[in-house]
């Protein structure tokens, strides 16, 4: 269920339209973030509204994630046509993704970006807990957005 209030700005009329967008957050910072655009809106317009409801979620994927032992957390905030979906890894790092899409597509995307996390956690050359920069982890991100969510 949304969350009552957790966003001030959708009765403004605001509006996240063309965009998607994933966060992966670790125990005391985001550790990546990609933007895919869909449609006719520029990234740049929506980026910071799209962040806020991401970070504004947080606190409703802590609940979900009490109540239910899944890693997939399903919805588990609204804002206009978009939902965030979760994902919890076994380590505790939540994967974040606004969209409007296909259910199993997000649930097929979230396995595979874990897979992909997992594979980057193993690099010996990456520091558990910190910001991701890999370019190579970046593409793939953006291939699995390509192949899942368009």
């Known amino acids: 269920p949304p969350h009552p209030g957790s966003l001030p700005h959708a009765e403004q ?3 996240a ?15 990546y973030e990609a933007e895919f ?14 962040q806020f409801i991401l970070h504004s979620a ?29 994902y919890i890894t076994a380590g505790h790092c939540r994967f974040l993704l606004l969209h ?3 259910e199993e597509a997000v649930r097929n995307f979230f396995q595979e970006v ?4 997992v594979k980057l956690l193993m690099n010996p050359f990456y520091e558990h807990d910190t910001p991701i920069l890999s370019q190579s982890f ?13």
């Open 13 to 15: 009329g605001l509006k």
């Open 17 to 31: 339209d063309g965009t998607m967008m994933l966060l992966i957050v670790g125990s005391k910072e985001p550790l």
């Open 37 to 50: 655009n869909t449609g006719a809106a520029k990234p740049d317009e929506t980026a910071h509204l799209n």
């Open 58 to 86: 947080m606190d409703m994927v802590d609940e979900a994630a009490e109540n239910n032992p899944n890693m997939y957390l399903k919805v588990v905030d609204r804002f206009n046509d978009q939902n965030v979906y979760a």
């Open 100 to 102: 409007n899409g296909n």
């Open 114 to 117: 874990y897979e992909l996390y």
């Open 138 to 150: 970046d593409q793939r991100i953006h291939a699995l957005a390509r192949r899942y969510l368009h």
